[in-house]
């Protein structure tokens, strides 16, 4: 079993719509929960951080951890094209220890 | 805020060559940076965690004398590709973490990375 698995890809959705990414982790001592965006050829980026269970808003990002079940999710309202990217989960198990990552799930966001 | 620049981001060298990578947080001081390699269509692989002033500590499967890290100060972080191989070809980042801001202590930058291939 992967230690950061996400829902299959590819993703995608008219402009407009809500998109939503799932990611399930195996560790249950995990304490921080990120999401990141990754254009084809650039680095990850910050889009999100989660740190306890519930939802926690961001502008059209909303990440929502449930500890219990062992999941973590992103939805992107209002979903745009320069929304399309490679969204990537990352978990981690101590307040300073080392990202593990999700295969990530490709977004694409069609006019 | 918590800039990390990469240098150089895009090198292309000889098999057998040693390649090496800068890291450099700009606006901070990490006192840990992290070495992930990406090949196409695949997720970040942590390759290798960098402490300033002591040995980095490699991931299982990654050859510690082949990838040398040096965190010679708290905002510079290299990594030296030695022998380079066309397996070797990927896409190397690295991240930093700023332990002083308040708020998100154990958030990782990523830099810009940088593409390796070796012909």
């Known amino acids: 079993q992967k230690e950061v698995e996400q829902n299959s890809g590819p993703l995608s959705v008219p402009e407009g719509a809500i998109a939503s990414l799932n990611c399930t982790y195996s560790d249950r001592g995990s304490q921080s929960f990120f999401w990141y965006r990754q254009y084809s050829g650039k680095s990850p980026e910050l889009i999100m951080s989660i740190y306890s269970n519930g939802d926690k808003e961001d502008g059209r990002f909303t990440a929502q951890l449930n500890k219990a079940s062992q999941y973590v999710s992103l939805l992107i309202r209002d979903s745009q094209p320069s929304d399309s990217a490679t969204y990537l989960c990352a978990v981690r198990g101590t307040s300073y220890g080392k990202l593990t990552f999700g295969q990530g799930t490709i977004l694409t966001v069609h006019p | 805020g918590a800039v990390v620049s990469q240098h150089p981001s895009r090198v292309i060298c000889k098999s057998g060559t040693s390649v090496k990578i800068e890291c450099r947080s700009l606006?901070?001081?990490?006192?840990?940076?992290?070495?992930?390699?990406?090949?196409?269509?695949?997720?970040?692989?942590?390759?290798?965690?960098?402490?300033?002033?002591?040995?980095?500590?490699?991931?299982?499967?990654?050859?510690?004398?082949?990838?040398?890290?040096n965190h010679a100060s708290l905002t510079l972080s290299t990594l030296t590709v030695t022998s380079a191989h066309p397996e070797d070809s990927s896409f190397y980042i690295c991240s930093a973490r700023d332990p002083l801001q308040a708020q998100r202590p154990s958030e990782q930058y990523f830099g810009p990375g940088t593409r390796l291939t070796v012909t």
């Not at chain 2, 997720?43 to 960098?50: I, N, Y």
């Open chain 2, 27 to 69: 606006d901070f001081q990490a006192t840990t940076m992290f070495w992930y390699r990406q090949f196409p269509k695949q997720s970040l692989m942590l390759m290798a965690t960098s402490n300033e002033g002591s040995k980095a500590t490699y991931e299982q499967g990654v050859e510690k004398d082949k990838f040398l890290i």
